[in-house]
């Protein structure tokens, strides 16, 4: 079993940054792919990015491409999104999750709370 925490939510304006993090329990962390979805209010949940087991593989959404930034300390069992430029479409609920990926999906096994992120404009 693994158990996921985020962090690092917030309120900022338009143009500015934030980093979340995402702490794993329980299971070897490396053993994981990791993801970052997000849920806006009346929408379903979204793929953001991933990052392989190593952290040399990622991929991203295409609207949020050159502004955030996925990566992992495996040694901290710790996942971050780190997300610059944000604008007010990036709204959401972000929640960190552990699975597998392969032919171009993530399947998740086990997800965090959820962090919320509100961006003013």
């Known amino acids: 079993q693994v158990q996921l925490v985020e962090s690092g939510g917030g309120l900022v304006q338009a143009g500015g940054s934030l980093r979340l993090s995402c702490a794993a329990s329980g299971r070897t962390f490396s053993d994981y792919v990791k993801a970052w979805f997000r849920q806006a209010p009346g929408k379903e949940r979204e793929f953001v990015a991933h990052?392989?087991?190593?952290?040399?593989?990622?991929s991203y959404t295409e609207s949020v491409k050159g502004r955030f930034t996925i990566s992992r300390d495996n040694a901290k069992n710790t996942v971050y999104l780190q997300m610059n430029d944000l604008k007010p479409e990036d709204t959401a609920v972000y929640y960190c999750?552990?699975?597998?990926?392969?032919?171009?999906?993530?399947?998740?096994?086990?997800w965090g709370q959820g962090t919320q992120v509100t961006v003013s404009s």
């Open positions: 999750a552990a699975g597998e990926y392969s032919s171009g999906s993530f399947y998740p096994r086990h």
């Open positions: 990052i392989s087991r190593s952290g040399r593989t990622t």
